[in-house]
C-alpha cells in the first residue's frame, strides 16, 4: 500500500518563501510520474506541478511557472516542491499525488492520480 505524507507547510508573509516534501512509501516510487495540487474550500482541486518518474522533466501550472521548483529523490523516495515569492491567493492545502500509470506522460488531471497525502497547510498572508 502506497503512503504519502507531506511536511513543510505554515504561515509565511507574501513574497516568502516555504519548501514542501513528500515522503513516499509503499509501491515503486521510481516509476510513477509524481505531482502537486492544491485546493481551497469550496474550490475544486487545481494542478501545480508535476514531475517524471526519472526527474528529467517537469510541468508547471502557469501561475507558479519561474516561481515554483518541483524536485524529487528516488533513492530516498521523497518529491519537493521550491515555493517562491509567495502570493495571498496561493493560501491551500498542498497535495503530493502519485500518477497511476507506469512512466506516462506528465497530466494534469486529479483522476489520473491514485494515491493522495493528507495535505498540508500554506498560509500566505499579505
Known amino acids: 500500500q502506497v503512503q504519502l505524507v507531506e511536511s513543510g507547510g505554515g504561515l509565511v508573509q507574501a513574497g516568502g518563501s516555504l519548501r514542501l516534501s513528500c515522503a513516499a512509501s509503499?509501491?515503486?516510487?521510481?516509476?510513477?510520474?509524481m505531482a502537486w495540487f492544491r485546493q481551497t474550500p469550496g474550490k475544486e482541486r487545481e494542478f501545480v506541478a508535476s514531475?517524471?518518474?526519472?526527474?528529467?522533466?517537469?510541468r508547471y501550472a502557469d501561475s507558479v511557472k519561474g516561481r515554483f521548483t518541483i524536485s524529487r529523490d528516488n533513492a530516498k523516495n521523497t518529491v519537493d516542491l521550491q515555493m517562491n515569492n509567495l502570493k495571498p491567493e496561493e493560501t491551500a492545502v498542498y497535495y503530493c499525488?502519485?500518477?497511476?500509470?507506469?512512466?506516462?506522460?506528465?497530466?494534469?488531471?486529479?483522476?489520473?492520480?491514485?494515491?493522495w497525502g493528507q495535505g498540508t497547510q500554506v498560509t500566505v498572508s499579505s
Open positions: 514531475i517524471s518518474w526519472s526527474g528529467a522533466i517537469t
Open positions: 499525488a502519485k500518477n497511476r500509470a507506469l512512466r506516462g506522460s506528465l497530466t494534469i488531471m486529479p483522476h489520473d492520480y491514485d494515491y
Open positions: 509503499g509501491g515503486t516510487f521510481s516509476v510513477h510520474n
